[in-house]
């Protein structure tokens, strides 16, 4: 299945580097959209997918795989497995497409974006992840990981996703070699400014390590 997508061009007419932004359950392609302008990185294009599936709640919301009536993330293996592909598919389209490969690529997403990014990201030649009020989707298995830069970011108020579930990621990508970045912020089930100012730092210094 392809994923439509909002395509934010580099401001500087070339691109050197791409930025892939998961959004949450029950959100769209646009719901993160605006971030792209925030971070002012003039060489990066910013590519926002939409869910691979439509989400009941709403018309017009999408998910990347149905929840349990308590959020539960493990009903849908079938689910978890379509978006992989598909946003596994997109990555290299997008690079095959615009000329910037996947070592010059990072992937993020917030909250089930998050988490596909976390699925995803580890095991992929990219130039980093990122997760924003993520959670894992299971054991990161070392073996199947290529070491890069990662990013997880958490709410400490957070009523969706526990702080906790930040924890897991951190202990997990460190089990299996990957050293993560973490910033915790006193908010909810959200993105806030410093957040997304952390986000710009991260990511302009990983675009500077890989030119």
Known sequence: MALSTIVVPAASGTPKHTLVLLHGWGANERDLASIAQELALPDCQCIFPNGT????????????????????????????????????????????????????????????????ALDIGSRLPLAGFVSMSGYLHGPIVQAETIAKPALVMHGSADPVVPLAAAGKVREALAAAGIKAQFAEFAIGHGICPEEIAVLRKFLADVFEAVG
């Open 53 to 116: 599936f439509e989400h009941g709640g709403m018309p017009g919301s999408r998910m990347w795989y149905a929840l349990g009536p308590q959020l539960e993330f493990d009903i849908d293996p079938e689910g978890i497995q379509a978006s992989r592909t598909a946003i596994e598919t997109l990555l290299v389209r997008v690079a095959a497409e615009t000329g910037v490969p996947l070592p010059r690529t990072v992937l993020g997403g917030f909250s089930q974006g998050g988490a596909m």
